[in-house]
């Protein structure tokens, strides 16, 4: 039988934070799991509906920076695994700043390693501090490339990504230095429900329900790696009950598609299910738009290593997991119409309207 964990959740009011936590709830009823998030713009209470009710499960809101505030939660609530997600985790925003990147990515990846570095004496040997990072760390692949492996150099290109690959390489040093339990996760794009507007895939579902443009960056042709976030979250859960102490995992859907490719299945999507669209077909809404600085043209993740030494595949074709995600926005529209707020329309106009 496996022993009841006690989880701290950094960052499980925003997307995969949250979905991780349904994920977790439910499979794992008896665990006991406290949620820390500062809720930013991109954190939402409203993501862990359903889940406050439960007596095994606390909300925090505070930021992992506070070193007092985790120290306390980690000794008050015996944590014995850390599940970190919390992050500034959007592109286009450390372009526009990225100083916010650098105190919660890295300053506050540090604050979270020392508190578990004195918390962990108390932990016997069930403590696991998972650092869930990104591929964007590898860089960018040329078409013909050989995808993203464990061992792929670093080589960052944007201050999102140059953040993370601060954060892995603490966490790495954590490990190597002071033996601690750490594991490091780097996946590559998640898509799924209670994503914020300003990622692609519910940019373009919120943009096609109110018939605004559908802005594609530069030619269209960047490729990325697609995985349903529940499968993210099985993998994770493998990761931490069978994952092994300093070693990294690559998260991947084995799902490489060009942004213009998804954009016309989302609009194919649409079409065949949102009977009140404002503009039909949806297509007529794609708009190609300036591209962002210093874009990265490819990523794969190669997941190799989670398949064979811990077993996990992904369970949710593209096909499948986007027709659910569109379903899903065309039925929360009370989710995600109070996040288009005068903060994201400055932030839009910031982005798209040069
Ligand atoms: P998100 O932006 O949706 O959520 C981030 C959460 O962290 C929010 O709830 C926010 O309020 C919280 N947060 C931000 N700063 C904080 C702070 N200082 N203290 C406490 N909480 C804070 O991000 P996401 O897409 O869910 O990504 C979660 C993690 O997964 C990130 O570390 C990201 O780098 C990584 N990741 C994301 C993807 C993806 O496709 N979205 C892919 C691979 C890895
Ligand atoms: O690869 C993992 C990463 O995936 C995560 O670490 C990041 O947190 C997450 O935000 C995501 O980064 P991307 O930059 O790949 O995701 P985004 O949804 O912003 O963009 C996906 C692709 O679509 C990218 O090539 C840029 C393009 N794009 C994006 C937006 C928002 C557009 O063409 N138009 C848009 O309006």
């Avoid at 850390?82 to 300053?107: K, W």
């Avoid at 150099?153 to 601060?166: D, F």
């Avoid at 519910?202 to 109110?210: D, E, S």
């Amino acid at each position: 039988m496996r022993e009841s964990r006690r989880l701290l959740v950094t960052g499980g009011a925003g997307f995969i934070g949250s979905n991780f936590v349904h994920y977790w709830c439910q499979r794992y009823p008896d665990n006991w799991v406290v949620v820390l998030d500062a809720l930013t713009y991109a954190g939402n209470r409203r993501n862990l509906v359903g889940l406050e009710e439960r007596e095994n499960f606390r909300f925090v809101q505070g930021d992992i920076c506070d070193r007092a505030l985790i120290d306390s939660l980690l000794q008050s609530e015996h944590i014995d695994t850390v599940a970190h997600f919390a992050a500034e985790s959007h592109v286009d925003r450390s372009i526009l700043g990225p100083e916010a990147f650098v105190q919660t990515n890295i300053v506050g990846t540090f604050a979270l390693l020392e508190a578990f570095r004195q918390h962990y004496e108390t932990c016997n040997s069930s403590g696991v501090f998972l650092h869930v990072s990104t591929d964007e760390v590898y860089g960018s692949l040329a078409p013909n490339d050989p995808a993203f492996t464990e061992t792929t150099p670093y080589a960052p290109n944007s201050p999102y990504s140059a953040s993370k690959a601060g954060s892995d390489h603490l966490v790495r040093a954590y490990h190597h230095t002071y033996k601690l339990p750490t594991i490091i996760t780097n996946c590559s794009n998640n898509y799924g429900s209670y994503q914020f507007p300003e990622k692609l895939i519910p940019l373009m579902c919120i943009n096609a329900l109110i018939g605004k443009q559908l802005p594609v960056y530069g030619d269209g042709q960047n490729v990325r790696d697609w995985l349903y976030v529940g499968d993210h979250c099985s993998a994770l859960d493998v990761v931490i009950h069978n994952g092994a102490p300093g070693e990294t995992y690559n998260i991947g859907g084995n799902n490489e598609v060009k942004n213009i490719d998804l954009v016309q299945m989302i609009c194919q999507l649409m079409d065949e299910l949102a009977p009140d669209l404002p503009v039909r077909p949806c297509e007529k809404l794609i708009t190609f738009v300036k591209d962002r600085p210093g874009h990265d043209r490819r990523y794969a993740i190669d997941a190799t290593k989670i398949k064979t030494e811990l077993g996990w595949t992904p369970s949710v074709t593209i096909a499948e997991g986007l027709r659910k995600t569109v379903a899903w926005y065309l039925t929360h529209r009370d989710w995600w119409e109070p996040l288009l707020s005068e903060e994201y329309q400055t932030y839009y106009r910031q982005v798209y309207v040069s």
